[in-house]
């Protein structure tokens, strides 16, 4: 079965220091998202992208935050300077078409910042 | 903004019992999703609700949508220890998904 992959798995980093999260979405997908939870808090939305630039974010997903499509597998989003709160597991998730159903989740990166 | 609220928290059942899992929604719901989750895990699609009144079932998950559509319950028949993990409602709230927090469940065996 066609799966979204995440690297890293778990990443610890220093505060004020870049991350980058990777994501392989599903090969033939056009629709990528990333959503974050806080330990112990809801799922939220952060950013969906399509056709190469963004389609919608969240007032989470501040200047601080940038998604990329890099070679045209691969889907990443770079956090700047890393703060405590940003501590979370961060999920990706892909779609071939825009229906939310149809939506497939990676297993989520927890970024720990300390 | 619209925001979902679920019932219980958290719950914990004997093995082979019923339960019930409820997800009220602050706006009308024009689609309502389940998921499942595992601890640290990635999020499971269960099921998809649109319609007020539509009930969906999956292996002993039942889901439905009332009539008003403002609320959803999943109904989860003979539990087993399979069915533990965090169940999460989302709505689709244009093109993205928003959740509410979740409920626990565990299974006693």
């Known amino acids: 079965e066609p799966e979204v992959t995440q690297t890293p798995s778990h990443q610890v980093t220093q505060m004020g220091q870049e991350v980058i999260l990777r994501c392989v979405p599903i090969s033939n997908h056009l629709y990528f998202y990333w959503y974050r939870q806080i330990l112990g808090q809801k799922v939220e939305f952060l950013v969906s992208?399509?056709?190469?630039?963004?389609?919608?974010k969240s007032e989470i997903f501040d200047d601080q935050f940038s998604v990329e499509r890099p070679d045209g597998s691969n889907f990443t989003l770079k956090i700047r300077s890393t703060k405590l709160e940003d501590s979370a597991m961060y999920f990706c998730?892909?779609?071939?078409?825009?229906?939310?159903?149809?939506?497939?989740f990676g297993q989520g990166t927890r970024l720990t910042v300390v | 903004s619209q925001e979902l609220e679920q019932s219980p928290q958290s719950l914990i059942v004997q093995e082979g019992k019923n339960l019930t899992i409820n997800c009220t929604s602050s706006?009308?719901?024009?689609?309502l999703y389940w998921y499942k989750q595992k601890y640290g895990e990635g999020l499971i699609f269960l099921m998809m609700?649109?319609?007020?009144?539509e009930e969906k079932s999956h292996e002993k998950i039942t889901a439905k949508l009332d009539e008003k559509k403002q609320q959803s319950s999943l109904h989860i028949t003979a539990s087993q220890p399979s069915h533990a993990g965090i169940y999460l409602c989302?709505?689709?709230?244009?093109?993205?998904?928003?959740f509410g927090a979740g409920t626990i469940l565990r299974v006693k065996s």
């Open positions: 992208f399509y056709n190469n630039e963004i389609s919608e």
């Open positions: 706006k009308t719901l024009y689609g």
């Open positions: 989302g709505a689709d709230a244009g093109n993205k998904l928003v």
């Open positions: 609700l649109q319609k007020g009144g």
């Open positions: 998730a892909s779609s071939a078409r825009q229906i939310l159903a149809e939506a497939f």
